[in-house]
């Protein structure tokens, strides 16, 4: 059964910095393209970033542009989200998704919160 077990989530305040993690396992890592979405209470799930199979980084959503990064290390199967500059508008659950042609996985999801 393919897991993607996402962590590093938490509490912090405005203007701190946060790593979000992913780790895959049953499935080959590196044919899969990676992205960070995320889920705010009353709201969409909106797509955070987004890096292909080999490493190239395929999209920002423009709310994160310049704050976030997101990075990939094949070898150890997972994939990251370096938050930084985070803002209250941040907080959501935010879950990874692999994504292979038509065959897709998501995680279960992590809580980020930015309060003051």
């Known amino acids: 059964q393919v897991q993607l077990a996402e962590s590093g989530g938490g509490s912090v305040q405005p203007g701190e910095s946060l790593r979000l993690s992913c780790a895959a396992s049953?499935?080959?890592?590196?044919?899969?393209?990676m992205s960070w979405h995320r889920q705010a209470p009353g709201k969409e799930r909106e797509l955070v970033a987004s890096?292909?199979?080999?490493?190239?980084?395929?999209n920002y959503a423009d709310s994160v542009k310049g704050r976030f990064t997101i990075s990939r290390d094949n070898a150890k199967n997972t994939v990251y989200l370096q938050m930084n500059s985070l803002k209250p508008e941040d907080t959501a659950v935010y879950l990874c998704n692999a994504k292979r042609g038509l065959s897709g996985f998501w995680g279960q999801g992590i809580q980020v919160t930015v309060s003051s």
């Open positions: 890096i292909g199979s080999g490493g190239a980084i395929l």
């Open positions: 049953r499935i080959t890592f590196r044919n899969y393209a």
